[in-house]
Nanobody, 111 residues
Framework: QVQLVESGGGSVQAGGSLRLSCAAS????????MSWYRQAPGKRRELVAT???????KYADSVKGRFTISRDNAKSTLYLQMNSLKPEDTAVYYC?????WGKGTLVTVSS
């Protein structure tokens, strides 16, 4: 069955960096577009970034220039490099493809 397992979250001060990973299994990873979403406390889940099977990337305006999505098809792993983190980036970050979701990893950014 499809599994998406996020890791790499944690607590960091504003201006810091984190790299999230999403280990995928149960499907042909390289054949699917992949996305990162996030949900802050009391807010709706929002799309952060998407990478297509052709490595085309798209970002939310709020993270453009600070976050980088990438994929390693040989390792069936999705990444999100997050730099210049801000307190408003605090959220649970989820890996997604099609109708499948991971359980999320918490990122906390303190000022």
């Amino acid at each position: 069955q499809v599994q998406l397992v996020e890791s790499g979250g944690g607590s960091v001060q504003a201006g810091g960096s984190l790299r999230l990973s999403c280990a995928a299994s149960g499907f042909t990873f390289g054949s699917y577009d992949m996305s990162w979403y996030r949900q802050a406390p009391g807010k709706r889940r929002e799309l952060v970034a998407t990478i297509t099977i052709f490595d085309y990337t798209k970002y939310a305006d709020s993270v453009k220039g600070r976050f980088t999505i990438s994929r390693d098809n040989a390792k069936s792993t999705l990444y999100l490099q997050m730099n210049s983190l801000k307190p408003e980036d605090t959220a649970v970050y989820y890996c997604n493809t099609d109708d499948y979701w991971g359980k999320g990893t918490l990122v906390t950014v303190s000022s």
